[in-house]
């Protein structure tokens, strides 16, 4: 196999696992998560340097939806969540046991309004 070709591979491959990972139904949080980060049912891991954590800060303060922010750097609760969550990426928000990675505002909004999220739509 030529090097292009290997390259080509490479890159094919680690676009389709970030597609897969992208379509994946939500994870659910464990107990042992849900224990780390507490009783709210709002919960952000985030990270002071990250701009899609400070955007999403925004969008939850507009819609008027109470949540807890956890540092993934600073704060230990935090980190402990993040790596039980096999994090690779902030944030990650919590709605009750539904996991949501990434920014997905609108996502996130619906689930919190919910009475009580479930991972499925």
């Known amino acids: ?5 290997f390259l ?7 676009g389709a696992y970030k597609l897969v990972d992208r ?5 659910t949080a464990s107990a ?3 224990a780390l980060v507490g009783p709210d049912r709002v919960v952000m891991l985030g990270a002071s340097w990250c ?6 800060r925004t969008d939850l303060e507009q819609a008027g939806i109470p949540y807890v922010e956890l540092d993934v750097d600073d704060d230990e609760r935090g980190a402990q969540a993040y790596d039980r969550l096999s994090g690779r990426g902030v944030p990650i ?6 996991v949501v990675r990434g920014y997905d505002p609108g996502r996130i909004i619906a689930l919190a309004r919910a009475e009580t999220a479930s991972a499925t739509p």
């Open 1 to 5: 196999m030529s090097m292009r070709a």
């Open 8 to 14: 080509i591979t490479l890159a094919l491959l680690f």
């Open 23 to 27: 379509l994946a139904p939500s994870a």
């Open 32 to 34: 042992e998560v849900r």
């Open 51 to 56: 701009g899609y954590c400070r955007q999403l």
């Open 93 to 98: 928000t919590l709605v009750d046991s539904v």
